[in-house]
C-alpha cells in the first residue's frame, strides 16, 4: 500500500514536470532569451548574474539539507542517544552574515549598474534625427535630438505618436533599426507597461506622470564594430554594418501590455517593425499624405457629391466610406489622414490600417508566413473586429461608449454593411 502510493507520487509529479516543460515553446518571437539590442541584453546579463547566484545558494543549501537528512536520520531500532544541542555558533552566525551581505553586494552591483544604464540615454551623434532622417520639415533645434516617440496606453490599445515628425499611428510601432530612441510613455486611463520582450521592457504608464526610457533595436556602429572586431575604410565599415542590420535587426517584433490593466489586458498586444532609414523615411511621408478619396477623387469634390446625391457614389468602397462617415460613426473616434472629416482622437489612428498586418491591437493577427499580409485573412478579420468586437476584445469601447458605441445604434450594422466597410479599410494601404 505504502510502495503503491510512493509510486502515484512519482507518477504524478513527473506528469506535473512533463506538462511544465511543455510550456517550453521554441518559438522566441517574445522571448527575453534572445536579444536584439542593447536595453534587452543588459536586463539578460543582469537576470543571469541573479539567477548564478540563486542557483549556487540553492546547490549549497540543498546538499547540506539532503545530505544531514540522510546521515542523521533515524534508523530503525536506533539506540544511538541524542547528540548534545547546542545554542549559538557566534562564528556560523557572524560567517552566515557576512555570505549573505557578500552575495547582495555581488547581486546590487550589476543590478545599479543596469538601472543606470537604461536610465540614461546615450547621447550619440548617429542617432541625432539631423543624422539619417531624409524627410522634410525639421526645426534645426529637432535635428539635434534623438527621435522621441509618445506611447499612450488605453484600455486596451496603444497610440503611438511622433511628435518632431508630427504624426500619429497606432499599434503597430515602426523603428529605425540601430537607433538610441526615447519614448514618453503615458497613460489615458489606468496603468498600462510596455513591453517589447527582445528589445527592452518593462516600464509602466501610469495616468497623470510621463515615464521615459530609450530603446534601440540592434547595436550602434560602435557596439557593433566592437563586437565584431571588424575593420576596414570608413565605407567599408558602414556597408558591413547596413548587413548586420539588415540580416539580424530588421525584423517584426512582438510586444504586450505587461501590467494588469482590465478585462482585455491580455489581448492589449502590440508588434513593432524595425526598418531601414530609408524605409521609415517613406513611412512617415505616406503617413503624412494620408489617402485619396475612392476613385481618386479630391476629398472636396467626394464630399460634396455625397451631400447633394450620395446615391451617385456608387460600388462597395464608395458606400462603406459612406457608411464609415455616417451610419457606423467610425469618424467620430477614427481619423484617417487625408480624410478632413475624419478626424477622431478617441480611437486608433486608422491611417495605413490595410498595410499593417494585424488588428485589434495586434489580437487578431494577419500576417503571412513570408511576413506579407494574408488580404484574405485580413478581410475576415476586419468583418469579426466589427461585427463583434466585444467577443474580440470584452468590455472595449468600439461596442459600448455610453451611447457612442456600435453595440448602442439602433439598428445594428448588417453583414452587408459589415462587409462593404471592411472592403473600404482594406483600400487604407
Ligand atoms: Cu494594458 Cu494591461
Known amino acids: 500500500m505504502k510502495h503503491s502510493f510512493r509510486g502515484l507520487i512519482a507518477l504524478v509529479s513527473s506528469l506535473i514536470a512533463l506538462a511544465l516543460l511543455a510550456g517550453c515553446d521554441t518559438n522566441t ?73 557578500l552575495l547582495l553586494v555581488i547581486v546590487a552591483v550589476p543590478t545599479l549598474r543596469a538601472i543606470w544604464y537604461t536610465h540614461d540615454f546615450p547621447v550619440t551623434e548617429e542617432s541625432k534625427l539631423g543624422a539619417w532622417y531624409q524627410g522634410e520639415g525639421l526645426s534645426a533645434a529637432e535635428e539635434d535630438q534623438p527621435l522621441t516617440i509618445r506611447v499612450e496606453g488605453y484600455q486596451w490599445w496603444w497610440g503611438f505618436a511622433y511628435p518632431q515628425l508630427g504624426i500619429t499611428s497606432a499599434n503597430e510601432l515602426i523603428i529605425p533599426a540601430g537607433k538610441a530612441i526615447r519614448l514618453e510613455l503615458r497613460s489615458k ?24 526610457m530609450w530603446i534601440q533595436a ?70 503624412k499624405t494620408g489617402h485619396q478619396a475612392p476613385n481618386d477623387m479630391a476629398w ?9 446625391s450620395p446615391d451617385k457614389l456608387t460600388g462597395d468602397i464608395n458606400e462603406g466610406l459612406q457608411l464609415f462617415m455616417s451610419r457606423g460613426k467610425c469618424a467620430t473616434c477614427h481619423a484617417v489622414n487625408g480624410n478632413p472629416r475624419a478626424v477622431g482622437v478617441a480611437g486608433p489612428n486608422l491611417t495605413k490600417l490595410a498595410s499593417r498586418q494585424s488588428v ?70
Open 360 to 429: 485589434a491591437s495586434g489580437w487578431l493577427n494577419h500576417r503571412a508566413e513570408d511576413g506579407s499580409v494574408d488580404v484574405e485573412q485580413q478581410y475576415a478579420n476586419f468583418f469579426k473586429w466589427i461585427k463583434e468586437p466585444n467577443t474580440v476584445k470584452p468590455g472595449n469601447l468600439m461596442w459600448k461608449a455610453n451611447g457612442g458605441g456600435i453595440g448602442e445604434l439602433d439598428e445594428l450594422l448588417t453583414d452587408d454593411e459589415i462587409h462593404k466597410i471592411s472592403l473600404y479599410l482594406q483600400t487604407l494601404k
Open 218 to 287: 540592434g547595436d550602434s556602429i560602435e557596439d557593433w564594430q566592437a563586437k565584431t572586431d571588424a575593420t576596414g575604410s570608413d565605407e567599408e565599415l558602414r556597408v558591413a554594418y547596413a548587413s548586420y542590420l539588415q540580416d539580424e535587426i530588421h525584423n517584426y517584433y512582438y510586444g504586450q501590455c505587461a501590467e494588469y490593466c482590465g478585462d482585455s489586458h491580455a489581448r492589449m498586444l502590440f508588434r513593432a517593425s524595425v526598418v531601414s532609414d530609408d524605409e521609415f523615411t517613406s513611412w512617415v511621408s505616406e503617413i
Open 189 to 212: 486611463d489606468v496603468i498600462h507597461s510596455f513591453w517589447l520582450p527582445r528589445i527592452a521592457g518593462k516600464v509602466d504608464l501610469i495616468p497623470g506622470r510621463s515615464n521615459g
Open 300 to 308: 472636396e469634390d467626394w464630399y460634396a457629391t455625397n451631400d447633394e
Open 29 to 101: 518571437r517574445m522571448s527575453t532569451f534572445d536579444t536584439k539590442g542593447p536595453i534587452a541584453e543588459a536586463q539578460l546579463d543582469l537576470f543571469m548574474v541573479t539567477v548564478w547566484v540563486s542557483l549556487f545558494i540553492f546547490v549549497l543549501v540543498g546538499a547540506v539539507y539532503i545530505v544531514a537528512m540522510f546521515k542523521f536520520r533515524e534508523r530503525k531500532d536506533d539506540d544511538r542517544p541524542l547528540p548534545v544541542q547546542g545554542h549559538g555558533n557566534p562564528l556560523i552566525e557572524i560567517g552566515l552574515i557576512g555570505a549573505s551581505i
